[in-house]
C-alpha cells in the first residue's frame, strides 16, 4: 500500500500557474505509474494526467498542452506543473496509482482559479 500526500495547491487567478506535489512512500515506491485526478465541486472525479515508471505520460485533452507531469524518483515525488490556468480547472486535486487509482485517497490539495 502507497501513502500519498499531495500540496501546491491555492488561488491563483486566470492564466497563472501552479505546481502541484506527490510525495510517494510505500511499497514499491517507483513500481507504480502515478496518475493526477480532480474533482470539482459537485462533479464526478476525473482523469488529469499520468506518468509510467520509465515517465511515459499522458494527458485529459482538456488540460493537454497547459500540464505537464514529471516525477522525481529519487525524490520519490510527482509533480503536475499547470500553466495558463482556468477557471474550470478549480479543483481539488488527488495523486494515485495509474491508470486504476486502487491506493487510499490522500487528503487531496484544493486549486482555485479565481480574478
Known amino acids: 500500500q502507497l501513502r500519498l500526500v499531495e500540496s501546491g495547491g491555492g488561488l491563483v487567478q486566470p492564466g497563472g500557474s501552479l505546481r502541484l506535489s506527490c510525495a510517494v512512500s510505500g511499497f514499491s515506491d517507483t513500481y507504480y505509474a502515478i496518475g493526477w485526478f480532480r474533482q470539482a465541486p459537485g462533479k464526478e472525479r476525473e482523469d488529469v494526467s499520468c506518468i509510467s515508471r520509465t515517465a511515459d505520460t499522458n494527458y485529459a485533452d482538456s488540460v493537454n498542452g497547459r500540464f505537464t507531469i514529471s516525477r522525481d524518483n529519487a525524490k520519490n515525488t510527482v509533480y503536475l506543473q499547470m500553466d495558463s490556468l482556468k477557471p474550470d480547472d478549480t479543483a481539488v486535486y488527488y495523486c494515485?496509482?495509474?491508470?486504476?487509482?486502487?491506493?487510499?485517497w490522500g487528503q487531496g490539495t484544493l486549486v482555485t482559479v479565481s480574478s
Open positions: 494515485n496509482s495509474a491508470p486504476s487509482p486502487t491506493q487510499a
